[in-house]
């Protein structure tokens, strides 16, 4: 656009129709006097152009003189808009509210989200991140990226690189774990039990074993020891005794462990039905914090329970950590029956059997099991005892701190043979 066009839209023009037979008479007696006209048209009636608003005020004893009628078609310039936002004040005053709330919200932080985090979790991350101040609702020119990162890593020492990445309104946390150091093979160590079991089976592959089949272990007990004792078939009696060479004693050791788990029913179970009356609460959750919460603040049931059901919006276009919760309470009746003593201990025995699987390392191979019902002193309860028989090796290596246990270790041992 021109500079003649800039200034035309500044100071505002009128977009003009001439009606009449005299239109091109009327063009040419206002563009003989001096008179600006732009952007001309003519059309069956007469004619279209535009004028400046000073100048049209010139254009009306010409359009008398030619017997043309003059209709302003629109008005264009900064001097209409100024006027028409001067008549509808609630307008721009609302104007003005949104864009200083978009201002507003485009200068804090309302997300928080965090990358990286495999091992240490995003919990954990963004509890450190809280504890510095870093919040949906900081100001993102208050933030000193750098410090809070620094600060971060002293704070957690399993962290090696932080970083703050601000997307818009979101808070990017970026975080580096630190690799784990693979365990010190150069040194001694032993290798110990780590839980009570029955041997049966011993494995060495460096060291000298301490235990054999059929022995039964506590936790902490020394399996197979970190020492090799040199042996010389040419040695005499007289010959003083070797001394052993320490090593980073390596091996597997199998054993029968237990594990014990209780459970325990009523003879008279308590049934839950639904009566159909429920009360409904919705809850708006910001980057998994309750932010607004919208029913009932207290269930006016005696007896209910709680059915959540969670949507997300992170599923289409955009990704935004915002959740709606929709929880619905609903009143149950209570009703009861009498158990025999065998559906007593077969609800009992099943509860048991979950408690102690709980217990078990993962991928362990069960060899047996057994329940065993106990006497209570509440005869309305049965109770029993559910025990899980497994097969797994229960070494784990222990190096040793100092070569001065050593020495006495194997000092005792030597003068015990």
Not at 206 to 216: F, L, P, S, W, Y
Not at 234 to 244: E, H, R, T
Not at 343 to 356: D, S
Not at 387 to 398: D, F, R
Request: proline share 4%.
């Amino acid at each position: 656009m021109s500079i003649l066009g800039l200034w035309s839209l500044f100071s505002g023009y009128l977009v003009v129709s001439v009606h009449g037979a005299g239109a091109e008479k009327f063009i040419n007696l206002a563009i003989r006097d001096g008179v600006r006209l732009w952007d001309i048209s003519a059309g069956e009636s007469g004619a279209t152009l535009k004028v400046s608003v000073d100048s049209f005020f010139e254009l009306r004893h010409l359009a008398k003189r030619t017997g043309c009628r003059l209709y302003i078609v629109n008005k264009v310039g900064f001097p209409f808009f100024y006027h028409r936002l001067i008549r509808r004040k609630g307008m721009v005053l609302g104007l003005i509210f949104f864009v200083a709330c978009l201002y507003l919200l485009s200068s804090v932080i309302l997300f928080i989200g965090v990358e990286g985090a495999d091992t240490i979790g995003e919990a954990r991350v963004r509890s450190l991140a809280a504890e510095l101040g870093v919040r949906p609702g900081i100001m993102k020119a208050g933030m000193e990226r750098e410090q809070l990162a620094n600060e971060m890593i002293l704070r957690e020492p399993e962290l090696a690189w932080v970083n703050f990445k601000v997307q818009g309104t979101r808070l990017v946390i970026e975080v580096v774990e630190r690799i784990q150091t693979p365990p010190d093979r150069s040194g001694p160590a032993n290798i110990i039990a780590v839980k009570d079991g029955l041997v049966e089976d011993v494995l060495v592959v460096m060291g000298e074993a301490r235990v054999k089949k059929g022995d039964t272990v506590a936790r902490g007990q020394i399996l197979i020891e970190g020492v090799l004792w040199p042996q010389d078939p040419m040695a005499g009696p007289d010959a003083p005794k070797p001394v052993p060479v320490p090593v980073h004693a390596q091996g597997e050791v199998w054993a029968r462990v237990w594990y014990e788990g209780y459970g325990e029913a009523p003879l008279r179970e308590v049934l839950r039905h639904r009566t159909g009356k429920f009360v409904k609460t919705l809850i708006l959750l910001v980057d998994g914090q309750e932010v607004l919460r919208v029913g009932r603040k207290e269930i006016p049931y005696r007896n209910y329970e709680i059915e959540a059901i969670k949507r997300n919006f992170s599923k289409r276009i955009i990704q935004l950590p915002v959740e709606i919760i929709t929880e619905y309470a609903h009143e149950l009746q209570l009703d009861s029956r009498l158990l025999s003593q065998e559906q007593a201990l077969e609800i009992a025995a099943e509860r048991g059997r979950i408690l102690t699987e709980l217990q078990l390392p993962v991928g362990v191979s069960i060899t047996y099991t057994s329940v065993e019902e106990l006497k209570l002193e509440n005869t309305e309860l049965v109770g029993i005892r559910y025990i899980i028989e497994t097969l797994e090796n229960i070494a784990v290596e222990e190096n040793w701190e100092a070569m001065d246990s050593l020495d006495n270790r194997t000092i005792s041992q030597n003068s015990s043979r």
